[in-house]
């Protein structure tokens, strides 16, 4: 297709940069569609190279920030988002802030730069930046509902954090008791679920991950958070739930477990109705279910009209299953 083409399959509509020639905007074309490609395909370190080798020739272009023109402007502000999409699943937060807040000086897109700043920080334990960072991306999309719950979450996490740091002082000179508390004991099984969240995430985005591993680690979050007191006022510790649901309804999708990812997704649909993010793991679970269903069909049908029409429905899927925008 035409340069010119390749810009509508970014996640807002520009015009080609008066400094890209076509030629440069073939290469660009070409390291974007590849690190999608591997992006999808769960291959997020070569897919962050590609985005910089993309942010790398299309800045070249460029000799100063003054001489950008808007179009230019959001080409690379897509670039930053892509490459920052990629940090974010390979755990390397420092990345994501930094894309982040390229992103919002070229001033497009920037409340999602401020949410994907705010939700790197959050993963660097730094409540209090974060907090900001959602505020912001509050203030330029007031109506936004997940934001609003982003924000929610932060501020939560640094009422808890002040809270800690308030027992500790209080208990630095007394002697240490026994017998935890009730809040003491919610307190060290949140710590151990944030410990096994992390485990799990580190072996799941690892170069090479081990996701019967991931698996294990989720399980003892889910087990040791269904422990505890329930609490629908505590926000915080339900996001969490939420999320580690998620987490293992994907690694179970990666082991072919599609009924318990199924449950996993229902899970989360219940746990919050209103948010996206159970309804699409449901969805994905769905569309690799059929995957399956339709490989599986092709190793057994033997005669040429029924393979034709399975292969005709596996290109189908296959084209669906490989979108051009990332999330």
């Known amino acids: ?188 099984a949140c710590e151990r679920i944030h410990d096994s969240l992390k485990k799990g995430n580190k072996v799941f985005f690892a170069e090479k991950p081990d996701y019967i591993e991931a698996l294990s680690h989720y399980n003892a979050a889910i087990d040791e958070s269904s422990r505890l007191p329930e609490d629908p006022q505590d926000t915080a510790r339900v996001a969490q739930y939420h999320t580690l649901l998620g987490r293992r309804a994907q690694t179970l999708n990666k082991l072919q477990r599609f009924k318990d990812a199924l449950s996993d997704a229902d899970k989360m649909i219940s746990l919050a109705p209103f948010s996206e993010k159970g309804y699409a793991h449901k969805a994905t679970t769905y569309i690799m279910l059929a995957h399956d269903a339709l490989e599986n069909g092709l190793r057994q049908v033997e005669h040429r009209e029924g393979r034709a029409l399975l292969q005709q429905q596996l290109a189908q899927l296959e084209k669906a299953m490989s979108p051009s925008e990332l999330p």
Not at 73 to 96: D, E, G, T
Not at 115 to 120: C, D, K, L, Y
């Open 1 to 188: 297709f035409p340069p010119s083409a390749f810009l509508w399959r970014m996640e807002t509509f520009v015009q080609v940069p008066e400094n890209l020639s076509d030629r440069m905007l073939h290469e660009v074309q070409a390291l974007v569609t590849q690190g999608n490609h591997l992006y999808h395909q769960g291959h997020y370190h070569e897919a962050m190279e590609l985005f910089s080798d993309a942010l790398r020739q299309a800045t070249s272009c460029f000799k100063s920030m003054a001489e950008i023109s808007d179009s230019g402007k959001m080409l690379l502000s897509n670039l930053y988002n892509r490459r920052a999409a990629a940090a974010n699943k390979v755990q390397n937060y420092a990345q994501v802030i930094s894309d982040a807040r390229e992103m919002v000086a070229l001033g497009f897109q920037a409340a999602k730069a401020y949410v994907r700043m705010g939700g790197a920080m959050l993963n660097l334990g730094q409540c209090t930046e974060a907090r900001d960072a959602y505020r912001k991306a509050v203030a330029l999309v007031p109506g936004n509902e997940a934001y609003a719950q982003y924000l929610k979450t932060a501020e939560e996490c640094c009422a808890a954090a002040a809270q800690t740091e308030a027992a500790r002082q209080a208990q630095a000179g007394a002697p240490p008791s026994p017998v935890p508390s009730p809040a003491g004991k919610v307190a060290q």
